[in-house]
């Protein structure tokens, strides 16, 4: 992974010098370390941090064309370039380098905005056409990579992080009620919104051309499940089993690829253990490292389980014990490189992972996400299976209401998506400030567009909540925040062979019933996985892992929790109740206080990483 910024000016005016671009890129150093390059004339400044991956010597960027035309920055990884490579040098291309993205300068040549259609990768990147003055933003399928953008003062200022643009003269620094809403609501953030005003985030699948004044947004790929109506070829489950496990080794295969030492993530549970397994099988003699987390709490340790898949694929492993005393230490850099509040503690536990793999010289480590989504790996699967959707005849005003918010979110009113939105706005209202609550109804998340209805009518209940984990569970928390982020606050690129586009547009495909088998979830995935792994972990429940949050942190006495959560400072910021939320307080401090995670929300918790924010970006109070 790498990092990147810049700015285009939008109507021909001058724009600040590459000075500027410097400073916007000094930010995005954890992403980059070992090089930085940058370009600029006329309207437009690029600047870029490497992080080396693959061609360590000749692969700094920007990258050009052969005529120099062209101006390429790109963070991520195009999978598939060996193999493009060899079709555009067939049709007369000239590479300077051997890096994998220096196809998508050549695939522009050829196809322009269409060479999304021949990517295999996770990417974001920035190609600007020096002759037709156009730039042109990208962001992988799935949003593995991040890319932010906005305009001012007649600029289109863009970067990989927010605290970048926030680098740029006259982006203001102010919070977004609607992104808070939809932390508060949904498991983090939903794509275009960010935690700060006027600022968005390219949605996953999309790219963004700017020309002629004008700044066009365009979908090219959506995960898209067949309607329930559609006759599928009928096909015997060994053929979605044998397929399935092809794919997901090539995709393995595809992400070991690199000039530098590769590792991986074992969590003790089935889907890091088979990349572990298909990793093993791919490169047996490697001598690949393994890095697991563990916890002085037994009840939250999985130490066994990730030491019997370590011994069975020979891993060189290495374990991590993380206190949860660390939490509290680790809290301010966490949110610094979140650029959002969120609802739980763990990602200072994956942000101490990644230092220790940064540690042991590792830069590269695959991990597991995009199991659960694919093949009905949470709790709510059963949930549906079991009659938990709907209401019961919409004879009960508040069950009417519920619905019609259903309506306005997903388009079905059937449709239940981890809990009761419309009495959960009751709490959002009585959390909020007065000033705030003033405008509810225009910032609220469910008053503005989520996600596409067209992708959930008609579709098996599976596939509906498969698309809504993907869309507001995978993309801006669990690959973002919990992912990207905390693997490049130590620069470690993380990658995610589930994430594959050939795999997941195959998966989509599967029948449901080969998902969720009775009540036995992530079916397919276990009939991959039953000769590959012990049958303990094949076959072990899964396990709802949750680190301690906000009442823990009261109950230890940090001043700072405390001072961020005093009367005084809710008040001056403006954004929540300070009545509300010293009775949270009280609650939560005491003695012997549980929250039953996940089906309560820890709303201090994102209370308390909300200031840590505004503390740290300074954020303008609400008037």
Not at 73 to 102: P, Q
Not at 122 to 142: G, I, K, N, T
Not at 157 to 182: M, N, W
Request: overall charge negative.
């Amino acid at each position: 992974m790498c990092g990147f910024a810049g700015y285009f000016s939008l109507n021909g005016e001058a724009v600040p010098g590459p000075e500027v671009v410097a400073r916007m890129t000094g930010t995005l150093v954890h992403r980059g370390p070992d090089s930085g390059g940058c370009f600029a004339e006329e309207g437009i400044a690029l600047g870029f941090r490497r992080l080396s991956i693959i061609d360590l010597h000749s692969g700094d960027q920007p990258l050009y064309n052969e005529d120099g035309s062209l101006v390429l920055l790109c963070n991520g990884e195009i999978y598939n370039y060996r193999e493009l490579r060899r079709e555009l040098v067939a049709k007369g291309h000239v590479f300077r380098t051997e890096s994998d993205v220096e196809v998508l300068l050549h695939l522009w040549e050829e196809h322009g905005t269409g060479l999304l259609d021949r990517l295999n990768g996770q990417f974001a990147f920035a190609l600007y056409d020096r002759r037709a003055r156009r730039l042109f933003l990208a962001r992988d399928h799935f949003g593995i990579n991040p890319l932010y953008y906005t305009t001012v003062k007649g600029r289109l200022v863009f970067g990989s992080e927010i605290k970048a643009i926030l680098e740029h003269p006259g982006v203001p620094r102010e919070v977004d009620p609607t992104g808070l809403d939809q932390v508060l609501s949904f498991p983090g953030l939903v794509s275009p919104r960010t935690a700060f005003r006027d600022i968005r985030s390219l949605k996953s699948g999309h790219y963004l051309l700017a020309e002629d004044g004008d700044v066009r947004l365009h979908e090219y790929w959506d995960l898209d499940y067949p309607r329930e109506d559609e006759v599928l070829d009928a096909l015997p489950e060994s053929h979605y089993v044998e397929r399935l496990a092809e794919l997901l080794t090539q995709s393995v295969r595809y992400r070991l690829n690199a000039d530098v030492p590769v590792g991986y993530y074992l969590s003790g549970g089935l889907d890091s253990s088979l990349i572990a397994a298909l990793i093993h099988e791919v490169s047996p003699d490697a001598g690949r490292h393994s890095f697991s987390i563990g916890f002085t709490d037994r009840e939250k340790d999985e130490t066994g389980y990730q030491r019997m898949v370590a011994a069975h694929v020979g891993s060189e492993h290495h374990e991590i014990v993380f206190d949860w005393d660390e939490i509290s230490s680790r809290m301010w850099k966490m949110i610094y490189h979140c650029e959002c509040p969120v609802k739980e503690s763990y990602n200072t536990c994956s942000m101490a992972l990644s230092e220790a793999v940064r540690g042991h010289g590792i830069p590269v480590v695959l991990t597991g996400e995009g199991a659960d989504e694919l093949f009905a790996g949470y709790v709510g699967y059963r949930f549906d299976r079991s009659g938990r959707r709907g209401g019961g005849g919409g004879y009960d005003l508040d069950e009417i209401l519920e619905e019609d918010l259903r309506e306005r979110m997903w388009g079905c009113r059937d449709l239940f998506y981890e809990k009761g939105y419309h009495a959960f706005r009751e709490t959002k209202s009585a959390l909020y400030s007065d000033g705030l609550n003033e405008s509810f109804h225009e910032f609220e998340c469910a008053n503005h567009e989520l996600v596409n209805h067209d992708r959930l009518r008609g579709r098996h209940y599976i596939h509906q909540r498969s698309y809504l984990d993907f869309k507001l569970r995978l993309s801006d928390h669990l690959v973002a925040d919990h992912g990207d982020r905390m693997a490049l606050a130590n620069s470690v690129e993380a990658r995610y062979p589930f994430l594959d586009v050939d795999v997941v547009r195959f998966a989509a495909r599967i029948p449901p019933e080969l998902k969720l088998r009775g009540l036995t979830e992530k079916y397919i995935l276990k009939e991959v996985a039953g000769t590959r792994l012990p049958r303990e972990v094949v076959h072990r429940e899964k396990f709802g892992f949750h680190a301690p949050g906000s009442p823990a942190l009261l109950r230890s006495g940090e001043e700072w929790v405390h001072d961020l959560l005093s009367e005084e400072r809710i008040r001056r910021q403006g954004v929540f109740n300070p009545v509300t939320v010293e009775r949270l307080k009280a609650q939560y401090s005491r003695p012997g206080f549980r929250l039953n995670l996940p089906f309560e929300d820890d709303l201090l918790m994102t209370v308390l990483t909300f200031q840590i924010l505004a503390e740290q970006f300074g954020l303008a109070p609400l008037r």
